[in-house]
């Protein structure tokens, strides 16, 4: 069966420090990553996905990059955090067939509280 | 434009009665895709129902249906009977056919069952 692991859990990182978040996937071949955040209380925005090795695509500006090294990898970077990257961060996965049927399998989330 | 829309912030329901969670949706597309999930306190996303926008009848999963209207774009979620788990916040969230690749979330209704 397909397993999805995110890490770390709680993240505490001073303004201006870098970030790294990963997200590996188990038990499939050639998924469809996401990442998302969620601000406290709120619904989730799409930050980015990736069809494959090497392809990103970002859907909203801003102070982080994602970079998927190897097919079941994705990572979450920031090289300056900023007080307005704190939130939840969810990775996801799904099938890769872009149909519209096609649901999202999350992992267990990253709460990153910059201060 | 706001794709999702959910517009009931909180409901509080007694234990065993039924509770129905608002869902409308704006799209041009024909063919989408309809989906409910459901957030614990522990943060992790958990797949509840999907709808197809072709399916002629109400998808159902157990205790959860989806009162799906589609001249009126809305899809409701309807739990029965309800449980002191089923407190949780639940975001109504779609696909498109265009733009596929992207599933958007409404900004979510938190659920709270009184014993």
């Known amino acids: 069966s397909q397993t999805i692991h995110q890490w770390p859990a709680t993240l505490v990182q001073p303004v201006g420090s870098p970030l790294s978040l990963e997200c590996t996937v188990e038990g499939t071949s050639n998924p469809n990553l996401y990442w998302y955040r969620q601000a406290a209380g709120r619904g989730l925005q799409l930050l980015f996905y990736s069809v494959g090795i090497g392809q990103i695509s970002s859907e909203v500006p801003q102070n982080l990059s994602a970079s998927r090294p190897q097919d079941r990898q994705f990572i979450l970077s920031s090289k300056k955090l900023l007080l307005s990257d704190s939130g939840f961060y969810l990775c996801a996965w799904s099938v890769g067939q872009f149909a519209t049927n096609e649901k999202l399998f999350f992992g267990s989330g990253t709460q990153l509280s910059v201060l | 434009a706001q794709k999702i829309t959910q517009t009931q912030p909180g409901m509080f329901v007694q234990e065993k009665e039924a509770v129905t969670l608002d869902c409308t949706y704006d799209?041009?597309?024909?063919?989408?895709?309809l989906f409910w999930y459901k957030q614990p306190s522990s943060g992790e996303m958990i797949f509840l129902i999907y709808?197809?926008?072709?399916?002629?009848q109400n998808a159902t999963e157990g205790r959860y249906s989806l009162n799906f209207q589609k001249a009126r774009k809305s899809a409701n979620l309807v739990i029965s009977a309800s449980q002191l788990g089923d407190s949780a916040m639940y975001f109504c969230a779609m696909r498109e056919l265009q733009g596929a690749q992207k599933l958007v979330f409404g900004q979510g209704t938190r659920l709270t069952i009184n014993p």
């Open positions: 709808q197809g926008s072709y399916d002629e």
């Open positions: 799209t041009s597309d024909q063919s989408y895709g």
